[in-house]
């Protein structure tokens, strides 16, 4: 009797709490198109409870905020159009949330672990006096995070003591937002941010045409064992058949064979694909950080010790000049 | 001149596969190889280069954790950093401390040694966090570099190539200012034996968190760490023929 009064009480009050809840999501764009993984964060926002607002700052806002605004459920969309984020800068941008921040007293502030949140995030925290989540996989309640530690070798539950939450959250482990049934109204947020510590000067993009790694349904990665960047002309055809996208190990990257940015693993990008085809990769700790949430994890690789052999659901041991072509042309 | 501050933690070595204790609080450290987190020893080779090069006039490395850390500082010193600063924390408390306690640390030393550039690892690999060069840059109010695979120091200004999710870009920022380091800015230096003797001579001054003023009570309760889930063990095919039949019996052809 007693007991189900307390869990009577519980409920309400954690339902109380909910309702006082409020999370500002805020959005990665490049002037041109949402980043995917704001579709990710608002799934996680979701996930919080609570109301939800959208921060698009950037120096051309309109495709990214209309595109968010169709987000089922938002309470607003803000919207902070200046030639003061050029760039993105973390310098720029973190007087703006936190003015955002001051005017609505968010209970917590979300972004995705990308490169733009990685950076931005922890600066808002530390003005805010708050200790930050990085790259959080699972939300067990409004306080209380699931992240990966060493190399994802453990998995740590945490509750975070500090009054605003400031969380990245992991890409692959959130569902897309569908971004349907929302028409929220954009506001306009006026306010002078331009700062002189940074000042953005290039960049350098790598083009391609096929699916961008992170959100990929299949990964082809190729490592060491690929011997030379040419090479790599033999996962591209294969990646072309297959409408996938071609990543690499660290060994491949340092070597040269690719540019830096299609590294998966600890310290390049976190994949979690359908299909991930490993070729040419022996499967260091820190590769299999980058791709072991993968569905169904293929290896060729001619030596039968490797590692990667250990996390594969298939494995092929052939040599890799071989087997690809031949995968490629039956296909 | 540059009087440059690097920030160093020692961590479970990088080829050690870690083991979580029984009781789910954390990962067994005791008896378990321990080296400088890589990024870290980035960081330091970049500092000494600009030392060779006449930019840095003094690097001073610093690492907070219990009486162990000390080697890694020693390492950085057979490196090439001139002094250390070890900022004592009792184990019991260093399970709890986190970015945020490092970052305001890092921000008082820099203030007393009237430090121009900060460096650090971009992120260490037993938490993952990535944090500390972003907030310690907040506590100052200086710019951030993170992710910084290429470094070039003008008068009052760094011209740093960033590596971010689509390529590279770069960014001016003023001095003085925090860099954190990607791991293709350079490539660590081996200290010989020689130097290792040598940093034994070299002065590690030693504080704790309350000399410098600095809070370390937790932010966050661990409830728990465990193993990942462990993946089905999978199966070793015949041919390409075999592999084949396997994708289209998965639906991804």
Redesign the interface.
Known sequence: MFSTCTRQVSTQLSSQLRRLQSTLIIAEHNNEALSPITQNALTAAKKLGGEVTVLVAGTKCGPAAEAVAKCNGLARVLVAESDAFNGFTAESITPLVLATQKQFNFTHIVAGASAFGKALLPRVAAKLDVSPVSDVIDIKSPDTFVRSVYAGNAIQTLTAKDAIKVISIRGTSFEADKLEGGSTATEKVEGSYSTDLTTFVSQELSKSDRPELSGAKVVISGGRGMKSGDNFKLLYDLADKMGAAVGASRAAVDAGFVANDLQVGQTGKIVAPDLYIAVGISGAIQHLAGMKDSKTIVAINKDAEAPIFQVSDYGLVADLFKAVPELTGKL | MARVLVGVKRV?D??V??R?KPDKKG?VTDGVKHSMNP?DEIAVEEAVRMKEKKIASEIIAVSCGPAQSQEVIRTALAMGVDKGIHVEIPAAEYETL???HV?KILAKIAEKEKIDLIIVG??A????????A??????L???????A?HIEKGDKEL?VK?????????????IPAVISA???LNEPRYATLPNIMKAKKKPIAKMTPKDLGVDIS???????????PV???????P???A??G??KE?G??
């Open positions: 479970i990088y080829a596969k870690i979580v990962v990024f986190q970015p945020i970052s971009k992120q690999i037993d938490d993952d966090s990535n944090q500390t972003q907030m310690t840059a907040a506590v109010d200086w710019p951030q570099a993170t992710f695979s011209t960033r590596e971010v999710d689509g390529g590279m870009e770069t960014i001016k920022c003023k990607d791991l293709r937790p932010r966050i309760e661990i409830v728990s760490v465990e193993d990942p993946r089905q063990p999978g199966v070793i095919l041919d390409v023929d592999l084949v396997k994708l998965g991804h052809i």
